[in-house]
Every structure is written in C-alpha cells, then in structure tokens.
C-alpha cells in the first residue's frame, strides 16, 4: 500500500519550564511545542486498536529566518558593533554577541540542522507508531515547492525508511515527494499560511497594522526599562521586536537563550 503524507510549508522540544517563559510568547519565531490534548483525549493508541490509515499534514521543520528578518538582525548587529558603550546585567552580552548565521547566502531562509533532525525524527517515530510501510515499498510524500518545504520532505522520508545504502543504492527506499507550487488557490499547498487560508484576513497590510498597534503597546516600555543596563547606547522599539525574534530564532539555530533571558520577566516589566 501507499502512504502519503503532507508537508506544506518549527519541531522543537519544550524548554523547561518557569513562571515566565519568553519562548511560549515569540509568536511566528517561537519554536514548536507539543500541543495540549483536546478534550483530554489521549494521543496513544487505544488498547486493542490498530491503525490502517493514517494523514498528516504538517509545516516545515526549524528554520533559519527569512532574508527580511535577518536583515533586522544585521542592523542590530552593526548597532552594538558601532558604538562605543558599555553594558551590564541582563545586556552584558550584547558586545560580543554574533548573528547565528555563518553562511549568509545559504542559510537565511532554508532549513536549520534542527529542522532537518526534527523530521527524519518524526519519519521515524510514525514509522514505530504505525508500521504501515514494510521495508522496500514505498510512500508518496506530497510538499509544497519552497526548498525547506522539499528539504523537509526528505528527511522525514530518509527517517521512516531508514534502510537500504543511500549511496551505493540511491533508489532504494527513498520514497517519491511531489511538489505543488503554492502561488495557485487550486492546490492546497498553502492551506497552513494564515494570510492564504483565512478569508478573513484580506491582505497582509490589514495583519501587519493590528501587529504594529500591538506591539507598541509594550516594546517601548521595555526598552526604557532595558536602557537602565546600557551606557552610551539606547535602545528602541524596533529594536526589541528584533531581540525577541532572535530569542525564538537564536535558541532553536544553535541553542543560545541569552535574548530569552532578557525577556524572562517581561510579563512583569512591560
């Protein structure tokens, strides 16, 4: 039989918890977390059932930040960089600190090595669950035609087929992806993007004016706040909604939570 699986367009294990914990508040940068169950129905198997038939539909794993965002980063990048400062407590850090991007014209973008882990996990973890594909068949796996939509694709079927050589026999177990381009309403691919899939969204102006208005009800507050550890440098609004975007971004590229921290009590703070 054939089993086919969706990918349309970030898999991350939850932080510890705390009383505050910024990322459960990062929005789109935010790593995934596990979600709660609904109407407390179990996710196991029941007891004496089985499963013959199985769909999912899924995002993209972890990736790095689109070139938009990190053009943020870079700005703040050369703001700590260009001033001459000094910076205590919770912003000591902030002088040395680098973007986490090491390979500007590939990574920004595409799939991060935590994404790539996250769906040759998941191919592996259905593959226990459901056992549905026996070794040597195959599965069909439907993504959209974005490169870490494809890349993610792969992983996960590289992980649930975890046999046969990959380089002495290529054509084994490996699967066949179809792409879909997502600039069509006729192929589905975009159903998980909100801007594409709400009809009541009606244009990215209308969400990014209700995200604007928000945001300043909060971030200049922080930023007077956090400007108590600078001297010689002030921050602003602009630049806190870029700390909280690599707070999410940062922990999941390469496990560094120091933007996190700052943010620790801003529940408090703001």
């Not at 910024?22 to 996710?43: K, R, V």
């Not at 059932?49 to 943020?72: V, W």
């Amino acid at each position: 039989m054939l089993a086919y699986v969706a990918f349309y367009v970030v898999f991350v294990g939850a932080v510890a918890a705390g009383s505050f914990d910024p990322l459960q508040h990062s929005g789109a940068s935010s790593p995934y977390f596990d979600a709660p169950s609904q109407d407390g129905i179990p996710t196991l198997i029941p007891s004496n059932c089985k499963i013959d038939q199985a769909a999912y539909i899924l995002r993209h794993g972890s990736r790095y930040p689109e070139p938009g965002s990190f053009n943020g980063w870079q700005s703040l990048f050369a703001k700590f960089q260009n001033a001459t400062y000094t910076s205590r407590g919770p912003l000591a850090f902030i002088p040395s600190w680098v973007p986490p991007v090491d390979d500007i014209p590939h990574e920004p973008l595409f799939l991060s090595s935590t994404g790539a882990r996250e769906a040759f996990s998941l191919g592996v973890d259905l593959r226990k669950r459901y056992g549905l594909t026996r070794g040597g068949e195959n599965i069909t796996v439907w993504a959209a035609s974005q490169q870490r939509c494809v890349d993610t694709a792969s992983f996960f079927i590289r992980g649930y087929l975890s046999q046969g050589n990959y380089l002495t026999t290529p054509n084994e177990n490996r699967g066949d992806i179809i792409t879909l381009p997502d600039s069509v309403n006729f192929t589905f691919a975009n159903s998980l993007t909100p801007s594409a899939a709400c009809p009541t969204y009606n244009g990215a102006s209308i969400g990014a004016t209700v995200a604007s208005n928000f945001r300043a009800t909060y971030q200049s507050n922080i930023a007077a706040r956090l400007n108590r550890y600078l001297e010689g440098l002030t921050l602003n609004a602009t630049d806190i909604g870029v700390m909280q975007d690599l707070c999410g971004f940062q922990a999941e590229i390469n496990g560094d939570t120091r933007f996190c921290d700052v943010f620790e009590g801003m529940k408090k703070l703001s």
